[in-house]
């Protein structure tokens, strides 16, 4: 996909360049590449252009407000509040808002009346991002759900080294290594599903030099965190590792460097999101119920995009012109974080309708691990149905790869290059002469670097200048920066 050069903030990662297709007329619908009198193309053309969403005119009881008049009415509909009315409950609701904030030290705040940037007006039927309400005696992590949406429970287990798990417990504060005296499957598959991954694949003992660890201590529903004690060290050392999925393996293995088509099981995680029909973004199968892809997929000020409905996702596809049958979106999440006009923390969860029955071709890549790390020079992998040129206004029917390179955040953000636009959320991959970029892969799609055995997801594709261009390598979101946050909305909706 083409990219275009920054201004004041880096332009997120389009499909197809954007300036290619006229702007709408009002009520217009949108066209992939199709003319009058023309057959709709084997592959999508343009990047869908999602419509304004349409504010119908609500009508009183005895007349019609004034046109872009809006009006709210009392619970009886007896009584009707318009102009300075309205302003006075805005204010109202502003002023219980913070009330509350004070009063139970809550995030709730204004964003539950007035969301999203100032030229970016949230419709009605758009869902808002979720702001848990806690009250001020909160204990994190103790088991007990004091927060309305449970988010005090959610961010209590992580994962290290050789899969080390880690759980953070109200007694010490800290993420400390469980100890495997006592452990079995019961335990680990109960810790996958509080995680949101159902089951756990594979447990054992590995060694630990930690003086302090966790031993469980009882046999209950509740979560890992209630099931745990301080200990001031673990018999023989020994601690848990757990895997709850088997992830990051592929079916075929032969690659070309440089960028070329990818072969049925190379990269079993990678998905064709598709709205209304047309492939708009990548995404990466993470688990059998969720897909990683990038917040900026699902503009804010468009509720069509943020509806469930429109949506589509295809796994196992090397070819768009051969699609399977998709898997059907049930909720779209979007990272409360994500900031619009940065593009920190360009990451957004979807969660399907059913599960997914993982094959040789559809399978999930790996989520790294807390501690893990790809220095500067790693060769890594990009793929995805992105434009294969600079200013190309197609997607490739294709599912092409290209080997980058891991770049340091410190030469990213040289003024060469981009300045200081990268975050400590971001990573840069590419190559700095220019020729091999993510132009060949798409917004959504995955980075991932090879471990030991297995592929890890490293990075979503979401910004860059150019393609290809010298200076100006891929720019992705940093998937372990965002960790909690995957693993607390999916604990969130687990299934």
Known sequence: ???????????????????????????????????????????????????????????????????????????????????????????????????????????????????????????????????????????????????????DETNCVRFGRDGSLQVKTSQDGRFLPVCYKGWDQSYADQTCAQLGLRQSYFTKAIQSQASVGLTVTSRSSLPIQGLVNVSSSCPDQETVSLQCMDCGRQQSTSRIIGGSKAKEGQWPWQLSVHFRGSHVC???????????????????????????????????????????????????????????????????????????????????????????????????????????????????????????????????????????????NMLCAGNLDGGRDSCQGDSGGPLVCQGESRWYLVGITSWGAGCGRRNKPGVYAKVSSVLPWIYSRMQRERP
């Open 282 to 424: 990548g995404g990466v199968m993470i688990s059998p119920d969720f897909v990683l892809t990038a917040a900026h997929c699902f503009p804010r000020g468009n509720s069509l995009a943020l509806s469930a409905d429109n949506w589509k996702v295809y796994g196992g596809v090397v070819s768009l012109d051969r699609l399977p049958q998709p898997y059907l979106v049930k909720k779209i999440l979007l990272n409360e974080n994500y900031n619009s006009q940065t593009n920190d923390q360009d990451v957004a969860l979807l969660k399907l309708t059913s599960r997914v029955a993982f094959n040789d071709k559809v399978q999930p890549a790996c989520l790294p691990t807390t501690d893990q790390r790809f220095p500067q020079g790693t060769k890594c992998w990009t793929s995805g149905f992105g434009t294969t040129e600079a200013g190309s206004d197609t997607v490739s029917k294709d599912l092409m790869e290209v080997t980058v390179d891991i770049i340091s955040r410190e030469v990213c953000n040289s003024p060469s290059v981009y300045g200081g636009s990268v975050t400590r």
């Open 1 to 151: 996909m083409a990219k275009h050069d920054p201004n004041e903030a880096p332009p997120p990662y389009y499909s197809v360049a954007v300036h290619t297709q006229p702007p709408l007329k009002p009520h217009e619908e949108v066209v992939y590449g199709v003319g009058p009198g023309l057959t709709p193309p084997t592959r999508p053309h343009y990047i869908p252009q999602y419509p304004p969403p349409v504010v119908v005119p609500q009508v009183t009881q005895s007349s019609i407000p004034p046109r872009g008049k809006r009006r709210r009415c009392c619970e009886n509909n007896s009584q009707c509040y318009g102009g300075s009315g309205g302003v006075l409950l805005v204010l109202a609701l502003l002023a219980l808002a913070i009330w509350l904030g004070v009063r139970y030290g809550t995030r709730v705040a204004t964003v539950a009346i007035l969301h999203g940037d100032d030229d970016d007006p949230i419709s009605e039927n758009q869902p808002l991002p979720e702001y848990d309400t806690c009250p001020n005696n909160t204990v994190q992590c103790d088991a007990i759900s004091d927060c309305q949406l449970g988010t």
